[in-house]
Nanobody, 125 residues
Framework: QVQLVESGGGLVQAGGSLRLSCAASGRTFSSYAMGWFRQAPGKERELVAAISWSGGSTYYADSVKGRFTISRNNAKNTSYLQMNSLKPEDTAVYLC??????????????????WGQGTQVTVSS
């Protein structure tokens, strides 16, 4: 399986931006679709964005559409989540996940083969 490590989280004011990175090692990164999830305290983990193996197709949750952009660089074994116009309700732990089979995106956590440890994003009002 692929190993994933997120970075780039932090504290930002509302309206600000952050760029999260997910570095992969192990198996061939390009054989996995990638998803970014988030989990706020007391809430379920939710899919924020996903990107296909080649990067040609993307999915966004309605709550982040137009503000977040997912991308990947297979040569660098890295996926990115650019977050703009951040809101306090975006505060959560953000996790990347790798999906090997089926559709390139799924909200079902068990469909993902590998997970990172997460990075905290805090948006102050």
């Amino acid at each position: 399986q692929v190993q994933l490590v997120e970075s780039g989280g932090g504290l930002v004011q509302a309206g600000g931006s952050l760029r999260l990175s997910c570095a992969a090692s192990g198996r061939t990164f390009s054989s996995y679709a990638m998803g970014w999830f988030r989990q706020a305290p007391g809430k379920e983990r939710e899919l924020v964005a996903a990107i296909s193996w080649s990067g040609g197709s993307t999915y966004y949750a309605d709550s982040v559409k137009g503000r977040f952009t997912i991308s990947r660089n297979n040569a660098k074994n890295t996926s990115y989540l650019q977050m703009n116009s951040l809101k306090p309700e975006d505060t959560a732990v953000y996790l990347c996940a790798a999906k090997a089979t089926g559709s390139f995106w799924s909200r079902r956590l068990s469909d993902y083969a590998s997970w990172g440890q997460g990075t905290q994003v805090t948006v102050s009002s």
